[in-house]
Nanobody
Framework: QLQLVESGGGLVQPGGSLRLSCAAS????????IGWFRQAPGKDREGVSC????????YYADSVKGRFTISRDNAKNTVYLQMNSLKPDDAAVYYC???????????????????WGQGTQVTVSS
């Protein structure tokens, strides 16, 4: 059974940091680009970041550039999202998803992604 499982969410104060993990089971992540998305209550799901299979190409939403870093460890079958300088607007459920294409300028299009994790909650509050 193919699965993506997110972890690492939690409650953090504004300005704090979290590292999210996206672990794959049932398939090897090596061949796939992985995207991170988030969805806040009452809002559409939005793309946060994308990383190509090799890790050599990454994309970020403008709202997180300079604060978030996506990376992957194919040996551990895991993709990470390091989130620094967190703001209340970053609060959301964060999802990872696999796509068959490489990350490119259309990376935030949800229809490109085939498998999704169940999400992990990030709360930013003092």
């Amino acid at each position: 059974q193919l699965q993506l499982v997110e972890s690492g969410g939690g409650l953090v104060q504004p300005g704090g940091s979290l590292r999210l993990s996206c672990a794959a089971s049932g398939f090897t992540l090596d061949y796939y680009a992985i995207g991170w998305f988030r969805q806040a209550p009452g809002k559409d799901r939005e793309g946060v970041s994308c990383i190509n299979s090799s890790g050599g190409t990454t994309y970020y939403a403008d709202s997180v550039k300079g604060r978030f870093t996506i990376s992957r460890d194919n040996a551990k079958n895991t993709v990470y999202l390091q989130m620094n300088s967190l703001k209340p607007d970053d609060a959301a459920v964060y999802y990872c998803a696999q796509q068959l294409r490489a990350c490119d300028s259309n990376w935030p299009l949800i229809r490109r992604y085939n498998y999704w994790g169940q999400g992990t909650q990030v709360t930013v509050s003092s």
